[in-house]
């Protein structure tokens, strides 16, 4: 019994690893195949993971197996040394809502769930399994101010501190 309860307690700890936050909904329509390729990120919360990165991308291809290839990469000018992350994404349903879940850690996953996205896929606002994940994205190393606008807005609706995000430098 007392395996059952691990197990089930595991199990319950990882699903709500890969969620989305109370008021966020994710794009409907969403089209993988125009959202693959290379990102910047223009503004994030900070974590560990990325503590200390500028020049910060994200670029996703298909895998063989339908899942998203992520690959993550960075400069730590604390360090002074490039950084890169691999991981896996998958869609949490169906293939057009942009509710993904992601893994750089073997069985683990957290939240990508894209929220909002222009209609050339240029520019995107992804959260994570809750309001402490935030990236804003770009195709390009800048954003217009209305974008940023828009974005802000959406998520201090859903109760993010946008006050609190960190505004990556792009050489």
């Not at 969620?19 to 974590?47: H, M, N, Q, T």
Request: some cysteine.
């Amino acid at each position: 019994m007392k395996k059952i309860c691990i197990l089930l307690l595991a199990s319950a700890i990882l699903v709500s690893c890969a969620s989305i936050p109370d008021g966020a909904k994710a794009v409907e329509g969403f089209e993988v195949d125009r959202y693959l390729g290379k990102w910047y990120e223009i503004a994030r919360f900070d974590f560990r993971f990325e503590k200390d990165l500028d020049n910060t991308t994200a670029e996703y291809s298909l895998n063989d197996d339908g899942s998203v290839r992520v690959v993550n990469r960075g400069y730590n000018y604390v360090k002074g040394e490039s950084t890169e992350a691999i991981g896996k994404a998958k869609f949490r349903g169906e293939s057009n809502i942009a509710e993904l879940k992601v893994s750089f850690f073997g069985p683990f996953y957290s939240g990508y769930n894209v929220i909002a996205i222009d209609q050339d896929y240029r520019y995107a606002l992804v959260v994570g399994n809750d309001t402490g994940y935030l990236w804003i994205l770009s195709r390009e190393k800048t954003i217009p101010d209305d974008v940023k606008a828009e974005f802000l807005g959406i998520a201090e609706s859903i109760g993010c501190d946008t006050s609190d995000l960190v505004w990556v430098e792009h050489d």
